[in-house]
């Protein structure tokens, strides 16, 4: 017998559907909770499929981002085999039938059926380093997010109090900068002391530089508010908006540079992440968040299935006598791993710093390519020379 369980997780449950053979469904499926109670009511059905089909079952599932994180390690903690496909196989998979049915017990069973379809590969644990540094810099590409949009925000609100300020300081997000304008949000406090009030505040948030620097940004500072169109604040709550902003940057700012130390930590210890930066244009960041991706690369037995993974291989559509000329990437894997690929490329090609790939992408725009396709093909050729650095455990310098 080849027994499988097929789990439709969702948020805090799972339906299971059981199968101990190839069209042998083994009792109606139903439901178990995240819990420890319901875990363990699932060890009890796993013991007993086993039991009746003396093999120790397979168990099936779609990958459903952190729902699945108990699921998870309840089945790493007893050592069972599973598998996790993507979405979008087990959605083309329940297409094939005629009727039209979408209920829990229907997914978990048709992942049963999937199971004996096709010839899927097991789960291969990834090391923790690996997923703690996929959680590290997912985490860091979201709060950038929020780090970008506040920023944003913030320059909306200071357009509409104080938008002379932005001249004082060469960086206007730094501490010094957010600080001191916290203090003096508008023109009108910063009138109301003197040059020499101002210049002891900005030495006191920035001691590393001289005094004399100090009293040159306020004067700078004095004159910005003495050009601010805006010499009194009519909507009190810009300005409560605008002290709202630099708290949450400065605790943006705080966030992302406790990430970027973790991260650095984390990656130094993994051999992959000195290999990947040897290729120029690749710095700290990106090659951190494409290891973290790609994961092992003992996982792709060929170039073109990391190509896939990253969903930059292009569709194909040809039916009967017809071919399409225009085929577009599937851009079907992991969007993360494509998108800092596609920073990468940028990297490389810009200054020419990587200038075998700038090479290539020069020979790809004389043959009539656009732009847009020629990054592409570069993002290409990238994913191909790290699948071989990975593997070789050489330099970029090594690679003939």
């Not at 363990?40 to 039991?51: M, R």
């Amino acid at each position: 017998m080849n027994p499988v369980i097929g789990l439709d997780v969702s948020k805090g449950e799972s339906e299971v559907q059981a199968f101990l053979n190839k069209g042998i469904p083994y009792g109606k499926s139903f439901k178990i909770y995240h819990t420890s109670e319901g875990l363990i009511s699932f060890l009890h059905f796993l013991n007993d499929l086993e039991n009746k089909s003396l093999v120790k079952p397979t168990v099936i599932r779609e990958s459903t981002g952190h729902y699945q994180a108990p699921i998870i390690q309840f089945l790493e903690k007893y050592n069972y085999l599973y598998i996790v496909i993507n979405p979008i196989l087990s959605h083309q998979s329940k297409k094939t039938s005629l009727r039209k049915v979408k209920t829990d017990a229907m997914d978990a069973f048709h992942l049963c059926e999937l199971f004996y379809k096709e010839e899927l590969e097991p789960y291969k644990k990834r090391g923790i380093n690996l997923l703690n540094l996929r959680h590290l810099t997912r985490q860091h590409e979201a709060i950038t997010g929020l780090y970008v949009q506040a920023k944003l925000q913030f320059h909306t609100m200071l357009d509409q109090i104080f938008p002379e300020y932005r001249h004082v300081f060469g960086d206007l997000f730094s501490k010094v900068s957010l600080n001191l304008l916290n203090e003096f949000p508008t023109s009108e406090t910063v009138l109301e002391v003197s040059e020499v009030t101002l210049a002891d505040k900005i030495h006191s948030l920035c001691k590393t530089r001289s005094y004399q620097w100090a009293l040159k940004k306020a004067a700078k500072l004095n004159e910005a508010a003495k050009n601010n169109p805006f010499e009194n604040i009519v909507y009190q709550s810009h300005l409560v908006s605008l002290k709202m902003f630099i708290k949450m940057l400065l605790q943006y700012q705080e966030h992302l540079s406790i990430l970027d130390e973790q991260i650095d930590t984390l990656a130094r210890d993994i051999e992959e992440y000195e290999i990947i930066q040897s290729i120029p244009g690749i710095g700290e960041k990106i090659a951190a968040t494409i290891i973290s991706e790609i994961g092992e690369i003992e996982r792709f037995n060929h170039p073109k299935k990391l190509v896939a993974y990253a969903g930059i291989d292009p569709s194909v559509h040809q039916s009967g006598k017809f071919t399409a000329t225009i085929n577009r990437i599937t851009k079907r894997g992991s969007s993360r791993l494509r998108h800092v690929l596609y920073m990468a490329v940028l990297c490389g090609i810009r200054s020419s710093r990587n200038k075998r790939l700038k090479e290539f992408y020069d020979r790809k725009r004389e043959e009539g390519k656009p732009s847009k396709v020629a990054i592409i093909a570069c993002v290409n050729k990238l994913l191909h020379w790290i699948y071989t650095l990975m593997k070789r455990k050489e330099t970029f310098l090594d690679l003939s």
